[in-house]
């Protein structure tokens, strides 16, 4: 079945176009009108507002640009992009000038709304005037496959819904055993290609809402102080740097957690809770599809498949970015930067301007990804003027990917926008980050204790994690020999794929990063190390899925001459196999085993073995064998609530860990660990008028808390009872024989 194309509006006739989305503005403007005479339609406000959000602003401007014939993932990339970075920058706008003009509240209902629709107005205006004669509307083909391909997204919905409810994880558990059957028919072919970006994009919402839809608040650790900062803006009605809020100086800087959640609060009516669990993470889905739009460009469909299999099934990809609204967001731009970059078919001029305009908003969603990016830029900006002037001889070879106005530009907004914003506090956090990581190259370097990665690598583990983490190692193995294959054209690879020099670079870069990370003192622990792996993933991902390719054609090879057998003198049963394997084609086909590869990957990483033996696992939300994870009930969120409202505004709160996390989300700043001193054998001093909070997870009579030594400090459980001399005599003023308050 044909219907016409919703995604690519911008090349529709030009009076349709207006009238759809004057449909739009309406029908939102209507469903607004109601909602304050108190008639409420469930859902229907919520999903007009998103896509009005989301998708208008962008979709005007693809239209003034005159971008046409994109592909669907392009359209959908650009206009998300081109949408969420005008909500931050009319929300920027109307926060600084507004006040001058005597509105003391500009993030505030009736002005959000009246910007944003007299912005869209003005935009529709200029998409009629510079825009109107183009005209060439496609179709999109529906057929009874996608109604398969979607059954791991409702088992994701159900699924969670039944673990909040009914304590059950059955249904996630089929849920992952689907994904991994259709990852198996990709490999063996039974899905045809013209179906994979629609699979990808399932798949990646289905393994983003498995986690984040797990209980009815935020899950996770960074998320919570992020949420305390979102809530401050939207319930202060304006954005600016509050003094008390010193710990969280750097955080508030960041506009995808400030000034854009508070667009979807007001306009689209969505809780600030559900704005983090529900329309982050699909915003967020995007980003799997902009990658397999980038790797097919650069390798093949069939490769860009495998290789955004590999990046979504990563733990990172599900588990810890469903904890950084900012990250998230700002991965969104740094795909479409990457993507334009290596774009030789668009417009110059308009696809400087994109860049420019994702720069920008990159700069203003996340403090630490803009200048790792931007270090990069200068990397590949370096080899390519190196590979130039070495081949200056020959001008079909010169590289022009990377410009060097570009890289001023983004290197300028960084220094301006860190420099001036928030007092300069970003700025001064990573001269302090260089220093510290200066300071340790000469002291400690390859020091297991100063290095995170190399202490991730070393650390013990129990069997089925330390085999997650042996696959790991073995990806970025793979990763290597992809990018060696490409360096000396092992196996004439070079002509097999069209990869431009300019992506080749990238990669060079961002392997490098990677490496730094697991070899240079406080460099990937000042971002996480696992952060630190999935971003240079973004571009390294193709380069896993090569190398495997790489390393099984030798392999065949080797059976093919026998050269293995006649080497090492093997048993008659082992030339049996190898006869079975040569008289068995499809063996031969390296996707078949990348499928079977990546299934495994898929059931280790999700936790799904750890949960049938019953051996803890961490890095999921999902299965309920997991320790310690950052997962709250309503019984740990209500007395967080309680004590909100009714403690001293001056005095801090003392937790362990789990409980120091939550707080994050309700009092910010005066949430602070308990920790304990193994020299002394008793805990660190509290301030005077402070509270203990014992939340559920302590209800085994542990604590998960801060040990602090001359060797250092660590994570560890302690028996409850060693609190006695501090909380006796004490007044216990809350409890609900689950969470208990002195």
Known sequence: ????????????????????????????????????????????????????????????????????????????????????????????????????????????????????????????????????????????????????????????????????????????IIMILIIALIILLVGFNKIDRSLYSFVILILSISLLLHNSLISSYISGFDIQREYFLTKLVIYNFKWETFPNLVSLTDLNSILSITLLPSYFYHISNIDIIWIYKLIYPLIYSIVPLGLFKLFKREFNSKIAFFSVIYFIVSYSFFYNMMQLMRQLISEVFLVAIILLFLDTKMNEKSRSILIIIFLLSLTMSHYGLAPIFLSALIGVYLLQYSFNLYKRNKIESKIDTINLTIVLIFLTIVLIWYIYNNNSSVFISILGIFNGIYSSILTSFLSPNSTQGLTIIGMKVTFFNSITKYLYLFTQFLIVIGIIGFLFNIGNINKRFKMKKGYFFFAIIFLGICIISILVPKFSSQLDTVRMFHITIIVLSPFFVVGFKLIMDKIYLLIKSNKSLKTFNIISIIDKISLLIKSNRSFHKTFNIISIFLIVFLILNTGLVQEIVKEPYKPTMALSSSTNPPVFNEKDTSSAEWLNGYKNNESFIYSDINGFVLLGGFVGPKSILLSYSLDTNRFNDLSNNSYIYLISSTNNGTLNIVQDSVNGSREGFIDQKLLNPITRGKNRIYDNNVIILF
């Not at 926060?95 to 912005?119: Q, W």
């Open 1 to 172: 079945m044909l219907i016409n194309n919703f995604i690519k509006l911008n090349d529709w006739p030009i009076k349709q176009f207006i009238w759809l989305i004057l449909i739009i503005q309406i029908s939102l403007l209507g469903l607004i009108a109601l909602d304050l005479i108190q008639i409420n339609i469930p859902i229907i406000r919520e999903v007009i507002g998103f896509i009005y959000l989301a998708y208008v602003p962008g979709i005007l401007l693809l239209r003034i640009l005159r971008l046409h014939k994109l592909s669907n993932i392009e359209t959908i990339l650009y206009s998300i992009s081109l949408s969420l970075a005008t909500l931050m920058f009319l929300g920027l706008f109307i926060n600084f000038i507004l006040p001058f003009l005597g509105i003391g509240e500009p993030i505030s209902f009736v002005p959000l709304l009246l910007s944003t629709y007299l912005v869209t107005f003005f935009l529709l205006l200029l998409s009629y005037f510079l825009d109107k004669e183009f005209i060439q509307p496609t179709s999109i083909k529906i057929s009874s496959k996608h109604l398969f391909l979607l059954l791991p997204l409702f088992l994701s919905i159900i699924g969670t819904y039944l673990i909040n409810y009914y304590d059950n994880n059955l249904v996630i």
